[in-house]
C-alpha cells in the first residue's frame, strides 16, 4: 500500500485548512438540556452512544425503542433503560472504566440531530426502571447520563447522504445478514443454518 503523505499532527496545521467557526456556532454548546431539546429527546426513537475503555478503545452501541424511550430526569440527567441484547455490555464495560459518552439523537424524517455529551453510571433504581417498562417488561439495568453539554447538528450530513429519502437509499443485494457475516467473520463449528436459526430466535425473544 502507497504510504500517505501531509498527516495533519497539529491544531496549527488543522485551522490552516479548516478556518474558526463563527462566534455563533463556537457558542451553540449549553451545559443543560432546554425546552427544544427536550422535546427532541421526547420524540426520538433511536440514540447512538458512544464510550471509551480506560484504554481509550471506542465503541459505539444503537438503542431503539419507541419515541420518548430516553427519560429526562432533570436539566442535566437522562436515564437510557437496557433492553435485552446480545449481553456484551460494551458500553457499560467502558463505562466502569471511563465515564465518557457521547450521545447523538435521529428522529426520522428530521434532518438536524441532537448531540449530548456527559459523564455516565449504571443504575439499578427499581421505581426508575418500572417507569421506563415496556409491554410489561422492566428493564435490569439503566445508564444515567449526567450531562455537560448539548448542540443541535445542522442537516447538512443527512442531507448528503440522502437518510430519509427512499430514492437515495443504496442497493441492498449481495449484503450479508448478520448469520453470514457471524459464520464468515468468527471461527465456529455452527452451520450458517445453525447460526440463522439463532439469530431468529433471539430476535423472537427478546424483542417486544
Not at 192 to 200: A, G, P, T
Amino acid at each position: 500500500m502507497e504510504e500517505l503523505k501531509n498527516a495533519i499532527t497539529s491544531q496549527e496545521q488543522l485551522r490552516a485548512v479548516v478556518e474558526e467557526p463563527l462566534e455563533l456556532l463556537q457558542r451553540k454548546v449549553s451545559p443543560q438540556l432546554n425546552a427544544n431539546s427536550k422535546v427532541f429527546i421526547r420524540r426520538s426513537p433511536f440514540v447512538v452512544i458512544a464510550s471509551a475503555n480506560s484504554q481509550g478503545k471506542t465503541d459505539v452501541s444503537p438503542k431503539g425503542d419507541p419515541p420518548g424511550f430516553v427519560k429526562i430526569l432533570s436539566d442535566t440527567r437522562l436515564a437510557v433503560p437496557d433492553r435485552p441484547g446480545n449481553r456484551r455490555v460494551d458500553t457499560f464495560v467502558n463505562v466502569l472504566q471511563n465515564p465518557d459518552v457521547g450521545l447523538i439523537f435521529f428522529i426520522p424524517g428530521k434532518g438536524e440531530t441532537l448531540r449530548v455529551f456527559g459523564k455516565a453510571s449504571i443504575f439499578r433504581d427499581q421505581a426508575l426502571l418500572e417507569s421506563m417498562a415496556l409491554n410489561g417488561k422492566t428493564p435490569h439495568l439503566a445508564l444515567i447520563i449526567d450531562v455537560e453539554g448539548v448542540l443541535f447538528q445542522c442537516s447538512k450530513s443527512v442531507i448528503r447522504s440522502g437518510l430519509w429519502r427512499k430514492e437515495k437509499w443504496p442497493s441492498l443485494d449481495g449484503l450479508p445478514n448478520l448469520a453470514q457475516a457471524l459464520k464468515t467473520g468468527i471461527e465456529t463449528d455452527m452451520s450458517l443454518e445453525q447460526i440463522s436459526k439463532f439469530v431468529d430466535d433471539d430476535e423472537k425473544d427478546n424483542l417486544y
